[in-house]
């Protein structure tokens, strides 16, 4: 199966979180998306590390230097996940 692509590039700074973390708490156990950006999201990783702790996974797809691509899952039921994974 594919996963969807969420490409925050042309979307304005100030709506990006926002918008992830709408995608990703829509997201079925399990589910996972793969966000594209303009830059490392490196501070978005953090944010999911203290608004959704061991909820979320998250693995780099690729690393710039123009695209970085993230892989976001919402962490199955029950799973033992710290929300480091990478």
Request: charged share 20%.
């Amino acid at each position: 199966m594919t996963e969807t692509v969420l490409d925050v590039r042309a979307i304005a700074p100030a709506e990006r979180h926002a918008l992830v973390f709408s995608t990703f708490d829509a997201l079925a156990p399990g589910g996972a998306f793969i966000l594209a950006a303009d830059h490392d999201p490196r501070p978005l990783y953090a944010q999911f590390g203290a608004q959704r702790s061991g909820k979320f996974e998250w693995s780099y797809v690729e690393q710039g230097p123009e695209v970085w691509r993230v892989r976001i899952a919402r962490a199955r039921e029950g799973a033992s996940c710290c929300g480091s994974c990478s």
